[in-house]
């Protein structure tokens, strides 16, 4: 991988004249005034040469689009989208049948938490998990080619699926829970009247395979009605811990608003997932929508609640695994807890009650310090010097404050109400400090208008030096709510599917072994596209017939893909080079139509077509 190169003078100078430049309209515009050399060492510290690449991927969620988009720290280019849960055309997911399986009945989900694979709570490069707090999935994009290889879900038992896609130290588990609690099993029917007795939340761990990373259910709690929101593993001396945050803890309906932030404290699920997996081992489970379900009323020592601020938002684990920091979005302060004295209070059972057979921790045991960071505290991330970030949705700042002293050292504003944070490296053993990504739900207006909607900010900010600096505006499609930022070098993404890797049972590698068979009212095709064109270039099916063509792209040349379509079909197909997709559908329109190549391929692009022929019923 090429590195930041040293700037030529020339360049510099540029950099700085358009820095000045910029400087100029700002002080027309909103916002204070920047001097003039803070604006040229931003536009320095952001530039990435052409030609060069960025230190970092940053790999934020794309809520309701049901994509996750990929971009470069520190330039903030955004390099691709990847599709998850939603179909798109530019590269065909969702067209084809392997896709298209795995979407199911779905065509949209609401993607919030990516989270990276990691081996001894580093971030590995294998594997990228996303949830669908909509339609209650979790997704597996394998990061050699950047594609969704598997799609799990609907999860049973768990009604919207916000409570993850945290991974375990080892990618043991995804973590998983339900933010709406509902009638168990799900098709359960029970009047919301008696929400507080017969409505049920549940946290899960989703197992995953060490060597594939196929996913399955691996365990499941029974928990009271709380509305469960985020959640983050244990490492260190908390490793086999996995929290949670929950507000609702009043078991309230009707205008949540107002009616679940009655109580002063809401609490934090602690789930020895050790434990429960002994649980399960030990058949101390019931089942529940077809999975091993523990009700922790008769298996105690799997679940306690911590007491935290209400309506938190935010459970996050150090670097060092010691503390387990919660904020409450109503409050101005977060709350730092520490394992040890969590453990210890587990053992002498200093608990001040129970919810549902949950035992209740004291709160002035377990917690070390309540930082006043200011309004609104929502998720904290880290760096490497002893650090920690709180974003403050309220306030739309950050705060920088120190562990262990709880000190308080910087803030800095942001446009507009801050909801995550992304540092780099920033969830693992071992954050690298220096960027810090704001992922702000409102922009304010700090670009062109674009009309009433509005793109979301995220800011880049440098964490490096005593007092964080902003660095650069960049704007993203609808919603990125969480974000995760790994070392680009630890990523070895392929740039071709090499030839003897495709197993495909119906993979063809030369023009001769193109060919059209006819099975009863099946026609099945085996084709071959290389620059520039198809082969068969004519397909002749009978109205009605079920036609199943697999497609081979026999380059292996980078960027040499091909697209597949067919006019007024509805059928759109990307083929990597070294790739085979097969296309299934039902040839109910009589006529003749041409399909051609949609990802231009070379000086005869245009030539690369062939035609469908549809004989009409007789």
């Known amino acids: 991988m090429r590195t930041k190169i040293a700037l030529p003078w020339v360049i510099v100078s540029l950099v700085v004249a358009v820095a000045v430049t910029a400087l100029v309209f700002s002080m027309r515009g909103r916002g204070p005034r920047v001097e003039r050399g803070e604006v040229a060492e931003a536009a320095v510290a952001t530039y990435v040469a052409p030609g060069d690449l960025d230190e970092y991927y940053l790999f934020y969620s794309g809520g309701h689009s049901g994509n996750v988009f990929v971009a470069g720290v520190p330039s903030m280019r955004h390099i691709a989208t990847i599709p998850v849960f939603t179909p798109y055309p530019s590269t065909g997911y969702g067209f084809d049948k392997e896709s298209r399986e795995m979407l199911g009945e779905y065509t949209w989900g609401d993607v919030h938490h990516p989270a990276l694979s990691e081996t001894n709570g580093d971030y590995d490069g294998r594997w990228l998990f996303v949830n669908d707090n909509a339609n209650n999935r979790v997704a597996r994009i394998d990061l050699r080619d950047f594609k969704v290889k598997q799609i799990l879900g609907p999860i049973p038992n768990i009604s919207g699926y916000h409570g993850g896609s945290f991974v375990t130290p080892n990618t043991e588990y995804i973590l998983a829970a339900s933010r709406f609690s509902v009638p168990l099993p799900k098709g359960t029917y029970a009047p919301v009247e008696e929400y507080a007795t017969r409505y049920k939340g549940v946290v899960s761990g989703i197992a995953v395979d060490p060597k594939t990373g196929e996913m399955s259910v691996g365990w499941q709690v029974l928990m009271p009605p709380f509305n469960f929101d985020l959640g983050d593993a244990g490492k260190g001396p908390s490793h086999g811990w996995a929290f949670w945050t929950s507000y609702n803890t009043e078991r309230a309906i009707g205008k949540l608003e107002v009616t679940s932030t009655q109580r002063e404290r809401d609490y934090i699920a602690a789930v020895n997932w050790r434990a429960a997996e002994q649980a399960i081992r030990d058949g101390k489970f019931t089942v529940i929508g077809g999975v091993k379900v ?60 129970e919810e549902d ?3 209740v921790l004291n709160y002035d045991a377990v917690k070390d310090a309540e930082v006043n960071v200011g309004l609104g505290p929502l998720h904290t991330v880290f760096d490497d010097r002893g650090y920690a970030y709180t974003s403050l949705f309220v306030e739309s700042a950050v705060a920088k404050w120190k562990l262990g002293t709880w000190e308080v050292v910087d803030k800095i504003p942001v446009s507009y109400n801050i909801g995550h944070l992304a540092a780099a490296e920033g969830d693992t053993v071992s954050p690298d400090g220096k960027y810090l990504v704001a992922l702000n739900k409102l922009s304010h207006g700090r670009h062109l208008g674009v009309g009433p909607s509005q793109p979301e900010s995220s800011q ?45 049972p119906h993979a063809i590698w030369d023009v001769k072994d193109a060919k059209i068979e006819r099975r009863g009212n099946e026609v099945v095709v085996k084709m071959l596209a290389v620059r520039s064109s198809f082969e068969p270039w004519k397909i002749e099916v009978n109205q009605g017939d079920k036609v199943v063509i697999h ?44 399909y051609y190549c949609t990802n231009f391929c070379s000086a005869l692009h245009q030539e690369m077509q062939g035609y469908l022929l549809v004989k009409p019923r007789s």
């Open 294 to 353: 523990i009700d922790p009323k008769t298996v105690p020592g799997v679940v306690y609640l911590i007491p935290c601020s209400k309506s938190p938002h935010g459970v996050d684990v150090s670097p060092d695994g010691r503390y387990i920091v919660a904020s409450g979005k109503l409050a101005s302060i977060t709350t730092v807890f520490n394992i040890e004295k969590i453990l210890t209070a587990i053992q002498n059972k200093n608990f001040t009650g």
């Open 357 to 359: 057979g949950i035992p």
């Open 460 to 504: 880049l900010i440098d964490i490096s030096g005593e007092k964080m600096r902003l660095l650069y505006d960049a704007f993203t499609e609808p919603e990125p709510h969480y974000a995760q930022m790994i070392k680009a070098d630890k990523l070895k993404p392929i740039e071709v599917y090499p030839k003897e890797e495709n197993k495909h």
């Open 551 to 594: 497609l081979t792209n026999i380059e292996q040349t980078t960027d040499e893909l091909h697209g597949f379509a067919i006019g007024e079909y509805n059928i759109n197909v990307v083929v990597d080079p070294g790739e085979t997709k097969t296309i299934e559908f039902v040839a109910h329109k009589p006529g003749v139509f041409p």
